[in-house]
């Protein structure tokens, strides 16, 4: 694997190795901390959007094997600000980094930028079209709070039209047999282009009252308001589904809250102490993924 540009990279058994060796980098994070594997090694983080979990993961997973990292996650303080190009920008990092990084706010870039590039590009997130280690790290999270991916009832709700994590993983879910429900605003609709990839069952719904009791996981996300032409319009959808403790009591004892964070009132606080509420687990797991990816990635 040279870049991480699209969930449709990954096969079943490419990732069940990488689950494994997410599961070795949990290990030695618990027992040692990490190790010294990518010592000498540099990766760049260039960020076009903000980010907390995305860049700091990526930077910890770094840190942890031993390596450093080149932090631009602010482009105003860098040569785009004078009006570089993504092209000029990456051909540069790749003289200092093993990879880069990168989100932008325009779908497609991470494949431009692979396109120039001499070393591995990761996408961390390209506008409205993908998020795949986000996409990865919730897979992944889905196989340790559950015994099997198959046969699992999905229910993704929220931002559908705009939100990059929930598109890479209904893609990524082709590997397994799941039903998948999407819940949302009629106006923030799972693409109809991006529907017709999906080989699992789909339902579209506003209503997620009646998808509850049969959902093994409500996979929630945020309304994305920087994709927004308006405030108003932002302001008309951005409540659309707020999830509680009354929403967890219509729902399976065994099911699971997800969210790929950041939450802006999508779910209530009062949420996270039952266990069911699964999100910050996603955080401490997408370190782990993004570890295992490093070290697969970077030659060493
Ligand atoms: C997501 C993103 O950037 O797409 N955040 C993340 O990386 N965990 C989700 C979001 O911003 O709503």
Redesign the pocket.
């Given at each position: 694997m040279d870049h991480v540009l699209s969930v449709d990279q990954f096969d079943r058994s490419m990732l069940e190795d990488l689950f494994k060796r997410a599961d070795a980098m949990r290990e030695l994070v618990k027992t040692d901390g990490g190790d010294d594997r990518l010592a000498h090694h540099v990766t760049a983080n260039l960020f076009y959007?903000p980010?907390t979990?995305?860049s700091s993961s990526f930077a910890a997973a770094m840190y942890r094997l031993g390596g450093q990292v080149i932090s631009i996650n602010d482009v105003q303080y860098s040569s785009v600000a004078k009006g570089e190009t993504l092209e000029d920008t990456i051909r540069t990092l790749g003289q200092y980094a093993d990879a880069i990084v990168l989100?932008h706010s325009e779908m497609g870039t991470a494949a431009i930028a692979a396109s120039v590039s001499t070393v591995p590009i990761i996408n961390?997130?390209d506008g409205v079209g993908e998020?795949p280690t986000?996409a990865l790290l919730d897979l992944y999270t889905i196989t340790t709070e559950f015994e099997q991916v198959d046969g699992l009832t999905i229910t993704l709700v929220g931002d559908l039209k705009n939100?990059?994590?929930v598109h890479s993983l209904a893609q990524l879910l082709n590997n397994f047999d799941v039903k998948l429900r999407f819940v949302s605003p009629e106006s923030l609709q799972f693409p109809a282009e991006l529907a017709k990839n999906l080989t699992n069952e789909t339902t579209f719904s506003t209503d997620l009252e009646s998808t509850l009791k049969d959902s093994d996981i409500l996979y929630v996300?945020?309304v994305?308001k920087e994709r927004f032409d308006s405030v108003e319009s932002y302001e008309a959808v951005k409540n659309s589904y707020v999830i509680t403790n009354d929403t967890l009591a219509h729902m399976k004892p065994s099911a699971r809250i997800m969210h790929?964070?950041?939450r802006v009132g999508e779910i209530s606080s009062e949420v996270d102490s039952d266990p069911r509420a699964a999100y910050f687990r996603q955080v401490e797991n997408g370190l782990y993924i993004r570890m295992a990816l490093f070290d697969m990635l970077i030659k060493h």
């Amino acid at each position: 694997m040279d870049h991480v540009l699209s969930v449709d990279q990954f096969d079943r058994s490419m990732l069940e190795d990488l689950f494994k060796r997410a599961d070795a980098m949990r290990e030695l994070v618990k027992t040692d901390g990490g190790d010294d594997r990518l010592a000498h090694h540099v990766t760049a983080n260039l960020f076009y959007e903000p980010s907390t979990r995305t860049s700091s993961s990526f930077a910890a997973a770094m840190y942890r094997l031993g390596g450093q990292v080149i932090s631009i996650n602010d482009v105003q303080y860098s040569s785009v600000a004078k009006g570089e190009t993504l092209e000029d920008t990456i051909r540069t990092l790749g003289q200092y980094a093993d990879a880069i990084v990168l989100r932008h706010s325009e779908m497609g870039t991470a494949a431009i930028a692979a396109s120039v590039s001499t070393v591995p590009i990761i996408n961390a997130g390209d506008g409205v079209g993908e998020h795949p280690t986000q996409a990865l790290l919730d897979l992944y999270t889905i196989t340790t709070e559950f015994e099997q991916v198959d046969g699992l009832t999905i229910t993704l709700v929220g931002d559908l039209k705009n939100g990059r994590t929930v598109h890479s993983l209904a893609q990524l879910l082709n590997n397994f047999d799941v039903k998948l429900r999407f819940v949302s605003p009629e106006s923030l609709q799972f693409p109809a282009e991006l529907a017709k990839n999906l080989t699992n069952e789909t339902t579209f719904s506003t209503d997620l009252e009646s998808t509850l009791k049969d959902s093994d996981i409500l996979y929630v996300t945020r309304v994305q308001k920087e994709r927004f032409d308006s405030v108003e319009s932002y302001e008309a959808v951005k409540n659309s589904y707020v999830i509680t403790n009354d929403t967890l009591a219509h729902m399976k004892p065994s099911a699971r809250i997800m969210h790929p964070l950041p939450r802006v009132g999508e779910i209530s606080s009062e949420v996270d102490s039952d266990p069911r509420a699964a999100y910050f687990r996603q955080v401490e797991n997408g370190l782990y993924i993004r570890m295992a990816l490093f070290d697969m990635l970077i030659k060493h």
